[in-house]
């Protein structure tokens, strides 16, 4: 049987090789997810002068309220969330960071939220 750790470890591996090819930009940050057993957190990553301009997660008072678990309706709504932040700083486009998880489900659904918004990636 694979335990948790070996998933995480193979994980990290993808993150890495996904990582090789993926720089966020002033212009142009890296969107990174993270998913954890509770919640699902989002960050606008600008790689060059290595700062967060903008993050999202469903600790966020906005969001937590409305969601009791971290189902793909949470993912959407912080989805919308950082998209609503980053249009506010005048960032329309991003560079998608699926942290290694495979796009399907709540990651892919984030990755939707954040696009209906009008974000472009």
């Known amino acids: 049987?694979?335990?948790?750790?070996?998933?995480?470890?193979?994980?990290?591996i993808r993150h890495e090789r996904l990582r090789k090819k993926l720089r966020g930009t002033p212009r142009r940050p890296r969107l990174?997810?993270?998913?954890?057993?509770?919640?699902?957190?989002?960050?606008?990553?600008?790689?060059?002068?290595g700062e967060t301009l903008a993050q999202a997660s469903t600790l966020d008072p906005e969001i937590?309220?409305?969601?009791?678990?971290?189902?793909?309706?949470?993912?959407?709504?912080?989805?919308?969330?950082?998209?609503?932040?980053?249009?506010?700083?005048d960032l329309e486009e991003v560079?998608?960071?699926?942290?290694?998880?495979?796009y399907h489900g709540k990651v892919k659904k984030l990755a939707e939220g954040a696009r209906e918004e009008g974000l472009q990636f």
Do not use: C, W
């Not at 560079?95 to 495979?102: A, E, L, Q, T």
């Open 64 to 89: 937590r309220e409305e969601v009791e678990a971290p189902n793909v309706e949470a993912a959407e709504k912080v989805g919308r969330l950082i998209a609503s932040r980053l249009l506010e700083s």
């Open 95 to 102: 560079v998608f960071d699926r942290g290694g998880y495979p």
């Open 32 to 49: 990174f997810v993270y998913k954890s057993n509770k919640h699902i957190y989002a960050q606008a990553i600008d790689d060059f002068n």
């Open 1 to 12: 049987m694979v335990s948790v750790t070996d998933k995480n470890k193979r994980r990290k």
